[in-house]
Nanobody, 123 residues
Framework: QVQLVESAGGLVQPGGSLRLSCAASGSRFSINVMGWYRQAPGKERELVAVITSGGNTNYPDSVKGRFTISTDNAKTTVSLQMNSLKPEDTAVYYC?????????????????WGQGTLVTVSS
């Protein structure tokens, strides 16, 4: 199995910055994609940023230019640097990972979600 552990979110003033991180742990797995989604009250969960094992990234227009996703050298920790935060960025942020787990004759595909962390942007 694979577990994802997220750093804490917090309260940030509009225009401020916050960095979230998420560490993947487990045994005998490889990472296909890791990323972040968010869910605001009364809204559906939406993509914030993803990064592939090859380093390709994708962002929706709502965060492009303000948020940056990156991984560490081991590529088991993904970070989300959020700058120029707006009140509409307030949401629970979820780390997401798609993995290949080798626990048998064949690898199997596994999707894992973090527990979610609240980010509040307010003055």
């Amino acid at each position: 199995q694979v577990q994802l552990v997220e750093s804490a979110g917090g309260l940030v003033q509009p225009g401020g910055s916050l960095r979230l991180s998420c560490a993947a742990s487990g045994s005998r797995f490889s990472i296909n994609v890791m990323g972040w989604y968010r869910q605001a009250p009364g809204k559906e969960r939406e993509l914030v940023a993803v990064i592939t094992s090859g380093g390709n990234t994708n962002y929706p227009d709502s965060v492009k230019g303000r948020f940056t996703i990156s991984t560490d050298n081991a590529k088991t920790t993904v970070s989300l640097q959020m700058n120029s935060l707006k009140p509409e960025d307030t949401a629970v942020y979820y780390c997401y990972g798609a993995f290949t787990v080798v626990d048998g004759p064949k690898g199997r595909y596994l999707e894992v979600w973090g527990q979610g962390t609240l980010v509040t942007v307010s003055s």
